[in-house]
């Protein structure tokens, strides 16, 4: 049974610091593995998606690394701003399943 | 190009009472998914469904939930006599018929919903 792990459960930086999110998962056999952005009351946005033949990808400040075989990805944030305050989710999806398996979530506080 | 909508996006409910959650899905997207987040937890996969068909619902609890994706209108979550347990956010995502390749793998995107907080007094 997949697990997804994603730690810490909540961070505080001050603005402007490039800071990193972990996520690790227990079975390496996934397809593909996407993080979200959950802003509090509000639906999940997709950020980025990593297929399992990809190693990483970006978008503006956004860098997500894949390491498959040890069963981690990073979710990388360059100088991050008050507005990326929110709860950041790792998920991934197996061959022959189309269900997403999350993580809990890393709490991310941007402090002006 | 709407995203995907929800509605109610807050219901209470009364235990033992009916609750009905409607999922319209993005324009030209036919497949649909429904997750559950519990207080303090992550979100969990429930039922995958598409047009008038349930491909995979592994994650529905075995009894009082049941989804439905009709040939026209909006996919349903029903859960019946509810409990304050099923007090969640409920989640729905779309994804189109098309599973586009990059590389060896055919892969999705799904998009999600605002959701629909349950509670249950």
């Known amino acids: 049974k997949q697990e997804v792990t994603q730690i810490p459960a909540a961070l505080s930086v001050p603005e402007g610091e490039n800071l990193v999110l972990n996520c690790s998962f227990t079975?390496?056999?996934?397809?593909?593995l996407q993080w979200f952005r959950q802003d509090p009351g509000k639906g999940l946005t997709s950020l980025l998606l990593i297929q399992s033949s990809q190693r990483e990808q970006t978008s503006g400040r956004l860098n997500a690394s894949l390491d498959k075989s040890s069963g981690r990805s990073t979710l990388y944030i360059a100088a991050s701003q008050p507005g990326d305050s929110a709860t950041y989710l790792c998920?991934?999806?197996?061959?022959?399943?189309?269900?997403?398996?999350f993580g809990k979530g890393t709490k991310l506080t941007v402090n002006p | 190009n709407a995203g995907v909508m929800q509605n109610p996006r807050h219901l209470v409910r009364r235990r033992g009472q009916e609750a009905r959650l409607r999922c319209s899905p993005m324009?030209?997207?036919?497949?649909v998914y429904w997750y559950r987040q519990l207080p303090e937890e992550g979100l969990k996969f429930m039922v995958y469904l598409q047009k008038e068909n349930i491909i995979d619902e592994s994650g529905m609890p075995k009894e009082r939930f049941s989804a439905e994706f009709p040939k026209e209108g909006p996919s349903i979550l029903r859960i019946q006599q509810v409990v304050r347990g099923d007090s969640a956010a409920y989640f729905c995502?779309?994804?189109?018929?098309?599973?586009?390749?990059?590389?060896?793998?055919?892969?999705?995107?799904?998009?999600f919903g605002p959701g629909t907080r349950l509670t249950v007094l």
């Open positions: 995502a779309s994804s189109p018929p098309e599973r586009r390749t990059s590389g060896r793998e055919p892969y999705n995107e799904q998009f």
């Open positions: 998920a991934v999806t197996q061959g022959g399943s189309e269900k997403l398996v």
């Open positions: 324009k030209g997207h036919s497949h």
């Open positions: 079975d390496s056999a996934i397809y593909n």
